[in-house]
């Protein structure tokens, strides 16, 4: 297979996320149906989480196991240092955004201020959409990664083991737009589909990406960095969307959506796991 026929399916894989993403149009659902959605949603990010750990954390142990320390100390600092990036500049990036709107907009002696014109684009988005945006970087530096196994597995000739990545993170995908999908279900002003293109885009795009820099350039140590930030990136949005589903107060319901939402993630990996064999 050649490298541009790789390279098409590689986008395909992460143009599936866009399947999930017209539930977000919804109007006004059962407020349990929004609950189960944003559970869902949480669920398939702690899936997320786990994977992109395992992921990130093979290469380091393996060179723990290795007794290579060099090499081990280079990849836990890349590790670490990704993870606490992707946390930590989206928490402070956060206190950022609430301090311009707690702040006055009018000061002594100044001209009033157009507030809309003050305001960064993130911040004209409502809250709902905000988390929505946030799940969609998570997920798409998630995908990065992904992007990159695919594209290296091709470039080593391993076109078999490609193609069975690229229909595993496909079905990924697919339930992934649930969850970006989820906090925006039920908004009065609903979500335009550019805006939901957008959101697709950011969240699959870089699967298509990972995969021409996988292809072009194997790197390790880039898989392992960019797995560190995505990690801390959806641990992030997994503590909002923790707080959101608090606030539903359907306890037993978000409970076992959040269930659902794990298995549902954990299937899909079996499945690729099992196609791989």
């Keep these: 297979m050649s490298s541009p026929q790789i390279l098409v399916l590689g986008a395909v894989a992460g143009s599936t996320i866009l399947l999930g993403l017209p539930l977000a149009r919804v109007r006004q659902p059962d407020p349990r149906l929004q609950a189960a959605l944003s ?3 949480t669920g398939i990010l702690v899936f997320l989480l786990w994977d992109v750990l395992a992921n990130g954390l093979e290469p380091v ?9 060099g090499v081990f100390a280079g990849r836990a600092a890349l590790m670490g240092g ?12 956060d206190r950022w955004v609430r301090n311009r709107r707690r702040s006055p907009l009018v000061g002594p002696g100044a001209a009033a201020v157009d507030e809309f014109a003050t305001r960064s684009w993130y911040e004209t988005l409502s809250p709902a959409r905000q988390l929505a945006l946030l799940i969609a970087v998570g997920i798409g530096l998630h995908n990065f990664g992904e992007g990159l196994a695919i594209g290296q597995s091709a470039a080593a000739g391993e076109i078999s083991l490609a193609l069975t990545l690229i229909i595993g993170f496909g079905l990924h995908n697919a339930t992934e737009g ?19 293109g957008l959101l697709g885009l950011i969240a699959g795009g870089p699967t298509f ?28 949005v997994v503590i909002q969307l923790m707080n959101v589903n608090r606030r539903f107060g359907y306890a037993t319901l978000v409970s076992w959506m959040l269930v659902a939402g794990i298995v549902l993630g954990f299937a899909t990996d079996f499945v690729l796991e099992a196609v791989a064999g």
């Design 209 to 236: 990406i990972g995969t021409v820099v996988g292809q072009a350039w194997v790197s390790e140590a880039l898989s392992v960095a960019f797995f560190g930030v995505a990690a801390g990136s959806i641990l992030f």
């Design 61 to 69: 142990e393996n060179a723990l196991d290795a007794s290579d320390w």
């Design 178 to 196: 649930f969850g970006i999908a989820g906090p925006m279900c039920g908004e009065l002003d609903r979500p335009s589909w550019g805006f939901l």
């Design 82 to 93: 990704g993870f606490v990036l992707g946390m930590m500049g989206l928490v402070y990036y």
């Design 39 to 41: 559970a869902l949603a």
